[in-house]
């Protein structure tokens, strides 16, 4: 009996020992110094599936540092990390295209990305392909009845982004050619965000609008819209990396000031050869594939 009480009291001892090395050893990954770090990043929602996505896979290495990830438009998060809001403000445009020189130039620049946008139709229309030309006309009220384009009879329903959004600006300088008056927001709505854009084209017969290509990866997208070729060109990732297709940008990461702590971290993370698979999952682009550089 006594032999029994003492394996067991061995045994038990022994498991307890086990179980407070394993929290001591987590105690000291959970904690960086002492002290549970955190930041937040604001700005474009064509980069916020690449944030989630690497968010969540940074944690898993980096336990209790905490990243608040936020939208709300390229435009959003060039002036919050300005004015010190966030730590990071992403952008699909050059920080210089939104702010004045003295502003952008307070900002550092970390390109992580090369990120494709696309124009997208509700399915059914008719159309698969346009030309640049047809594309200016439509938004800017020009062509209203995609039988004008040897489609279905069907009314156009024109779909803007609003005018803080690094999405319509790529769309500005590579589509339109600079003219912003050609996109005339009097026809048609807005939305304010790539996940909006998608939900109200759901709800449409005849939309027509532009999103990053990632969007069109989930099976909801897929099922309701479909990609135009632009001037017989698809969105692919060789097109953009060659050259062949114009409709895209840089994914950019600010900061106020050279990039420190955490922030740094994040970022080399975010374009480090352990984040490239998820980056070309998702449909973005690693910044050294590119050949070529965006139009501004």
């Given amino acids: 009996m006594g032999n029994r009480k003492m394996k067991f009291l061995i045994g038990f001892l022994s498991i307890a020992i086990i179980g407070i090395i394993y929290l001591s050893f987590n105690a000291k990954k959970f904690k960086d110094d002492g002290n549970t770090r ?46 010190g809001t966030v730590n990071i403000g992403n952008s699909d445009m050059f920080a210089n295209q939104k702010l004045t020189k003295e502003q952008s130039d307070e900002l550092v620049d970390h390109k992580v990305v090369g990120e494709g946008f696309c124009i997208v139709a509700s ?32 009314p156009i329903l024109v779909i ?27 026809i048609g709505a807005v939305q304010d965000s790539n996940g909006a854009v998608l939900q109200a084209m759901k709800r449409s017969k005849g939309a ?10 989930n099976k909801e997208a897929k099922e309701n819209l479909q990609i135009i070729k632009i001037d017989g060109m698809s969105p692919t990732i060789k097109n953009i990396e060659d050259g062949n297709y114009k409709f895209w940008s840089w994914g950019h990461m600010y900061t106020k000031g050279k990039a420190t702590g955490l922030a740094k971290e994040f970022i080399d ?25 965006p139009i501004l």
Avoid at 51 to 75: L, P, T
Avoid at 127 to 140: A, D, G, M, V
Avoid at 208 to 217: D, E, F, P, Q, V
Wanted: charge should be neutral.
């Fill in 160 to 186: 803007h982004r609003p005018a803080s959004s690094g999405t319509r600006d790529t769309f500005t300088n590579t589509i339109l050619g600079g003219n912003k008056d050609l996109e005339n927001d009097g």
């Fill in 269 to 293: 993370y975010v374009m480090s050869k352990e984040n490239t698979k998820e980056v070309e999952k998702l449909g973005f682009i690693p910044v050294h594939n590119i050949k070529v550089q």
């Fill in 38 to 83: 955190s930041i937040t990043i604001s700005g474009s929602t064509a980069l916020l599936p690449l944030m989630e996505v690497s968010v969540n896979n940074f944690n898993k290495i980096h336990y209790g540092d905490i990243i608040n990830v936020q939208a709300g438009g390229s435009g959003t998060g060039l002036t919050q990390v300005l004015d």
């Fill in 208 to 217: 027509i609008s532009y999103m990053a290509l990632t969007y069109m990866n």
């Fill in 123 to 154: 399915k059914g229309c008719g159309i698969t392909n346009l030309t640049t030309k047809q594309i200016r006309e439509i938004f800017s009220g020009k062509i209203k009845n995609w039988k004008e384009l040897g489609g279905n009879n069907e």
